[in-house]
């Protein structure tokens, strides 16, 4: 039953957000359109609910040809945490792809995942493929649920946590998880979004 509801608030939640925020939207696509050359619309491979890959929708906001060197950004602590280097002054972002990273436009086409199933509004975060090799098989939990457009991590430190540490914040999710706790997350999210810490 649970399930259920949830996806019925998916279906609702996405629908009536691409149509409430469809000038942001197209005004954000203008601005990625005149920020640099190459798609306004950047496809992601990334690990859903049951390990299955899929394309994840974003604004771009890298140069082209970012995403090549991806996985030298991914490496191992000294106690073997996994560590995905990502950097507030990363020379591959445009001008406009920071501010739309700060306060997550660069995140709205994933309504449109949302809409389709691939996503949920809540849930832990779609992961690269790359990084998902490199779990722990402690970390492959994460995926027992849909992942999310925003989720407990989001609301809790986002990219200012260690990355072994958002499966923890994904696992305390999936183990507490209530249509109240997601409706919690929703409305703490734009608050965090207008904070801008760890967006970046």
Do not use: C
Request: no cysteine.
């Amino acid at each position: 039953m649970d399930r259920a509801i949830k996806r019925a608030f998916d279906l609702l939640g996405a629908a009536v957000g691409l149509v409430v925020l469809s000038p942001l939207l197209l005004v954000t696509a203008l601005l990625v359109r005149l920020s640099s050359p190459g798609p306004i619309l950047y496809v992601s491979r990334r690990v859903g609910e049951g390990g299955r890959v899929f394309s994840m929708l974003k604004f771009r906001t890298m140069r082209q040809g970012a995403d090549r060197l991806e996985e030298d950004l991914i490496s191992r602590s000294e106690d073997g945490a996994l560590v995905f280097a990502k950097r507030p002054d990363d020379p591959r972002v445009t001008p406009i792809g920071r501010f739309l990273r700060r306060y997550s436009l660069d995140e709205l086409p994933q309504l449109y995942n949302v809409l389709v199933g691939d996503m949920s509004l809540v849930g832990p975060r779609p992961e690269l493929p790359t990084l998902v090799d490199r779990y722990e098989p402690w970390q492959m939990k994460r995926f027992a649920v849909p992942q999310g457009l925003t989720g407990w991590w989001q609301i809790s430190g986002r990219a200012d946590k260690a990355k072994h540490l958002h499966a923890e914040d994904d696992l305390y999710y999936i183990r507490n998880y209530s249509v109240l706790l997601d409706v919690k997350i929703i409305v703490r999210t734009p608050l965090a979004v207008l904070r801008g810490r760890g967006a970046f």
